[in-house]
């Protein structure tokens, strides 16, 4: 089964900083478009940054960029997402998921991501 996992969340200070990384289970990372979303209690998931089977092209959504940056290690078949200056508006639980395409439109993009399993909760809170 197609599955990947996110880890790396836990309890930050606003302004401080994670790095969540991305497994996959039986298939290689490179041959997909790879998404980060993230799903807060009450709120809509939110497409936060995908990064292109292609090129590795990153793509962000406005309440996150400047501030997060995806990459891809092929070799080692991993996805990171590093955070930088995290915010309480942060605070949710982050997965990782394939995505059929990666655009600008990323926030919108959440419903369109497949095959996410376990997620990591990032709590921003002083």
């Known amino acids: 089964e197609v599955q990947l996992q996110a880890s790396g969340g836990g309890l930050v200070q606003p302004g401080g900083s994670l790095r969540l990384s991305c497994a996959p289970s039986g298939f290689a990372l490179a041959d997909y478009n790879i998404m980060w979303f993230r799903q807060a209690p009450e709120k809509e998931r939110e497409g936060v940054s995908c990064i292109s089977e292609k090129d590795s092209l990153t793509y962000y959504a406005d309440s996150v960029k400047g501030r997060f940056t995806a990459s891809r290690d092929n070799a080692e078949n991993m996805v990171y997402l590093q955070m930088n200056s995290l915010k309480p508006e942060d605070t949710a639980v982050y997965y990782c998921?394939?995505?059929?395409?990666?655009?600008?439109?990323?926030?919108?993009?959440?419903?369109?991501?497949?095959?996410w399993g376990q997620g990591t909760l990032v709590t921003v809170s002083s």
């Open positions: 998921a394939t995505a059929p395409w990666c655009t600008s439109a990323i926030a919108t993009l959440g419903n369109t991501a497949h095959s």
